[in-house]
Nanobody
Framework: QVQLVESGGGSVQSGGSLRLSCAAS????????MGWFRQAPGKEREGVAA???????SYADSVKGRFTISQDNAKNTLYLQMNSLKPEDTAMYYC???????????????????????WGKGTLVTISS
């Protein structure tokens, strides 16, 4: 049974930092492309960052230079280090896994799933001004 469990969300002030984690189980983690997505209240879900099995990464323009995606294959864990947080970063953050889809190019894929095969339940990030 595939499970993706996010943690690390919380409430911080603008300019602060948070580190999200996503613990994966039930599949061969290292062979999947992993991504972080977010959905703010009243808005569509959007891609934030992705990392492929070879370590290649991609980022949404809105987070470039502030967020860093990484993974520890030995721990089957995905991370998202978020610095210089802004109120507009407030959202539910989800991690997701894709076996075949080119998740580094998520913006080219159908937004209903962005080609991801598995999703976590999310962790809430709230940034106050």
């Amino acid at each position: 049974q595939v499970q993706l469990v996010e943690s690390g969300g919380g409430s911080v002030q603008s300019g602060g930092s948070l580190r999200l984690s996503c613990a994966a189980s039930g599949y061969t983690y290292s062979s999947y492309c992993m991504g972080w997505f977010r959905q703010a209240p009243g808005k569509e879900r959007e891609g934030v960052a992705a990392i492929d099995s070879d370590g290649s990464t991609s980022y949404a323009d809105s987070v470039k230079g502030r967020f860093t995606i990484s993974q520890d294959n030995a721990k089957n864990t995905l991370y998202l280090q978020m610095n210089s947080l802004k109120p507009e970063d407030t959202a539910m953050y989800y991690c997701a896994a894709a076996k075949m889809a080119p998740c580094l190019l998520w913006w080219l894929l159908p937004p209903d799933s962005y080609g991801m095969d598995y999703w976590g339940k999310g962790t809430l990030v709230t940034i106050s001004s």
